[in-house]
């Protein structure tokens, strides 16, 4: 049976420990969104450091601790750091699921090495050829789920069919979409454009055979008209739309205030946040790296204690649905 416990990076992420550490009190509190057992969450990173935070905050309610006296930075090299910090807070996290002392780890840490030490600690699961960085965004006021986000610079049409059946199936059971619709990102809707990997995948993803609803080829400007409940593309080109994307909400956001701002009109900068808020994956804990074999979740380094929370019960709910004993049967 799979453990249901979550393994903690405290010490990764622009703001750690403290709002890591905060992050978790959060998940466990009563009156909170997520009310998850302190029993369920380690705590990783160096003890005395977490102790002192956990003292700080106002005790410790009953958390797990795992020591590591090694931190990766942000700016590190992923390649380097894997090889020379195996007592890292991410390394030791990745440990423990591969124990199986924990079912699934969060890290708001060095994006490269948490993706790196989970693909070559954890293994891929059966029947993945790659894993993929899976982001989910409210940009409509309902889920859309992008991938792969980050985890492969190139991609092979069998790995876009891949990502299009994990995709699916984390929509439809992390978040309810019964039938999630799924298209390819391109830069036309017609079968014959773009380069020979999306055409190929176009053709896979159309046969009959095929049990996913795709719904062919999507240009980027209906990703935000909701054409499809889960987008694939390759690493490279999802990445740089996410980034994209990230930059110009906050572009957009800060110049409509300096517009209002100028023309004397009153609307304050909380109001707008909401609106900022739909395209930020924090709302849903993080990234999910789907493939390895175990629940991995990638939150944003700067998240603050509430992403953390989110990010922690995204795991829980992951690792509740058993998304990946789906994956593994869809992918069959």
Not at 38 to 61: M, S, T
Not at 254 to 277: F, N, P, R
Request: glycine letters at 12%; hydrophobic letters at 45%.
């Amino acid at each position: 049976m799979q453990n249901k416990r979550i393994a903690l990076d405290v010490m990764g992420g622009d703001h750690a420990p403290d709002q890591i550490v905060r992050g978790a009190l959060q998940a466990c509190a009563r009156d909170g969104k997520w009310k998850l057992s302190p029993e369920r969450i380690v705590l990783v990173g160096d003890e005395a450091i977490v102790r002192g935070r956990l003292a700080h905050f106002g005790g410790d309610p009953g958390f797990v601790l795992q020591h590591a006296s090694q931190v990766v930075g942000m700016a590190e090299s992923p390649s380097s750091a894997l090889r020379g910090k195996p007592d890292s807070s991410i390394a030791v996290s990745v440990g423990a699921v591969k124990k199986g002392a924990a079912g699934a780890l969060v890290s708001m840490g060095n994006t490269g090495a948490v993706v790196g030490a989970a693909t070559l600690g954890l293994g891929t699961l059966a029947g993945v050829r790659r894993p993929a960085i899976a982001v989910t965004l409210s940009l409509t006021g309902k889920p859309v789920t992008l991938l792969d986000m980050g985890a492969n610079k190139e991609a092979k049409p069998q790995d876009l069919v891949q990502f299009a059946a994990m995709g699916s199936v984390y929509m439809r059971d992390c978040l309810g979409v019964e039938s999630p619709r799924v298209g390819i990102l391109n830069i036309g809707g017609e079968a014959s454009k773009g380069p020979d990997v999306l055409k190929e995948a176009h053709q896979l993803l159309s046969d009959p055979s095929s049990k996913l609803n795709f719904v062919g080829n999507i240009e980027g400007n209906s990703i935000f008209a909701s054409a499809a409940d889960v987008v694939v593309t390759d690493g490279f080109t999802g990445n740089v739309v996410l980034k994209l994307m990230e930059g110009f909400s906050s572009f957009l956001l800060h110049l409509v205030l300096a517009e209002l701002k100028a023309h004397q009109v009153d609307w304050s900068a909380q109001a707008l946040g909401t609106i900022q808020k739909r395209i930020d994956y924090a709302e849903y804990g993080g990234a999910l790296l789907l493939g390895v074999n175990g629940v991995v979740i990638k939150g944003h380094g700067r998240s603050d204690a509430n992403a953390v929370a989110n990010a922690l019960g995204f795991a829980a709910r992951a690792l509740d649905a058993n998304v990946n004993e789906h994956i593994v049967r869809g992918l069959e």
